[in-house]
């Protein structure tokens, strides 16, 4: 890794880490993160691959209330390192990148702890009609959380590719990583399954199943039909639904007082007698 590649991928993880809490620009989301991890690290297709991977298991990940989702940020760019430049698989990124989510979830609660202290300042300043100073809180509350992400980042990528990195993944007995596999898998079920329930659109439920069943149809028969034909295929059948069902359509009445050519005639008769 190039002193210029190490350094963003540094900027990426502070991005990502203060995006985490912005919840504004997505860049925390893993498809983004580790797109952009793989583009500084000269492998896209590897980083869209992870990302997309670990995009189905962060799908219904959110922070409701008090209650802290895990951190994708940290998992996305750790993981992203790791793959590229310790020349792991996509599936070994993936498996890391579950605890990895669960380590940046205490680490998240620490850090927004430690927040309060600005939160505090914020108020006197306030009280004091500084609005420097209140911006600077902000921001440093912002700083922090993307150090968060990006020191543990610059450190993994500081030993990645050699063999410190090589043998703690191999120190890692083969039934966690493939538990870990397993317990990714079914995450992916658990996101969709929370985003169906939020969404409560059960009118559209055939077309979930349905998508379901063509892909797996398709995979078993090898008919080389790429996840971008099923979603042209979906995008299709959206449109038809949004044509044909009357829910989307504004139901055409006639005006008060009959067609508006008849009153318009009646109109013009009374005028001319």
């Known amino acids: 890794m190039s002193p210029l ?21 997505q860049f925390h989301r893993p498809l983004v993160a580790c797109t952009l991890m793989g583009l500084v690290l000269g492998n896209l297709h590897t980083g869209i691959l992870l990302g997309g991977g670990l995009e189905l298991i962060a799908l219904g990940w959110m922070n409701v209330g008090a209650a802290m989702a895990p951190d994708a940020a940290l998992a996305s760019t750790i993981a992203s390192v790791i793959v590229i430049v310790g020349k792991q698989g996509v599936s070994e990124g993936i498996a890391i990148a579950v605890p990895l989510a669960a380590a940046g979830q205490v680490l998240t609660i620490f850090v927004r702890t430690i927040t309060v202290f600005f939160q505090h300042q ?77 969404m409560q659109a059960r009118v559209l439920m055939p077309f979930f ?17 790429t996840l971008v034909a099923l979603g042209i295929i979906g995008i299709c059948l959206a449109m038809i639904y949004v044509q044909l069902n009357p829910e989307f359509h504004d139901s055409i009445q006639p005006p008060p007082g009959g067609q508006p050519g008849i009153a318009a005639a009646n109109d013009l008769d009374d005028e001319l007698i």
């Open 122 to 198: 914020a108020d006197n300043f306030a009280a004091k009609a500084n609005f420097r100073g209140i911006e600077l809180c902000h921001f440093g509350g912002l700083a922090l959380q993307g150090l968060r992400v990006a020191i543990p980042t610059a450190a993994v990528a500081a030993v990645a590719g050699t063999q410190i990195v090589n043998q703690w993944l191999a120190a890692i007995p083969k039934v966690v990583t493939s538990g870990l596999q397993v317990a990714g898998g079914f995450i992916v079920v658990v996101g969709y399954a929370m985003v169906i329930n939020m």
């Open 209 to 225: 199943f349905l998508g379901f069943v063509v892909a797996t149809f398709m995979t078993t028969l090898n008919s080389g039909i």
């Open 5 to 25: 590649q190490f350094v963003l991928v540094i900027l990426v993880a502070l991005v990502a880490g203060m995006a985490s809490v912005l919840d504004e620009r």
